[in-house]
């Protein structure tokens, strides 16, 4: 089983930059597609960022693109979401998460492990 760890989350004022890392541990021999979430007070979880398992192909929710990265080096088995101008509005619990399927997955059940989120909180 591959277990999840995030980290890097914090408070930070509007317009700065925050790069959250999930370090995979476990079964790392595979490689899996992974995917960055967040979910704020109130509503749904949703996919901010996800990443193939090469690294090659990625896909970023609309409201994220050209502020925020994801990456990973599997040498280390981690994924990085770097934030840039970052708002009030991207204040929630972001969590990472490895889905079972070979191609960019969309939805919450579509992932298999997550980890426990990391606190990111943007004040104006």
């Known amino acids: 089983q591959v277990q999840l760890v995030e980290s890097g989350g914090g408070l930070v004022q509007a317009g700065g930059s925050l790069r959250l890392s999930c370090a995979a541990s476990g079964r790392t021999s595979r490689r899996y597609y992974m995917g960055w979430f967040r979910q704020a007070p109130g509503k749904e979880r949703e996919l901010v960022a996800a990443?193939?398992?090469?690294?090659?192909?990625?896909y970023y929710k609309d409201s994220v693109k050209g502020r925020f990265t994801i990456s990973r080096d599997n040498a280390k088995n981690t994924v990085y979401l770097q934030m840039n101008s970052l708002s009030p509005e991207d204040t929630a619990v972001y969590y990472c998460?490895?889905?079972?399927?070979?191609?960019?997955?969309?939805?919450?059940?579509?992932?298999?492990?997550w980890g426990q989120g990391t606190q990111v909180t943007v004040s104006s």
């Open positions: 998460a490895k889905t079972p399927y070979s191609s960019i997955a969309f939805k919450v059940d579509e992932y298999d492990v």
């Open positions: 990443i193939s398992s090469s690294g090659m192909s990625t």
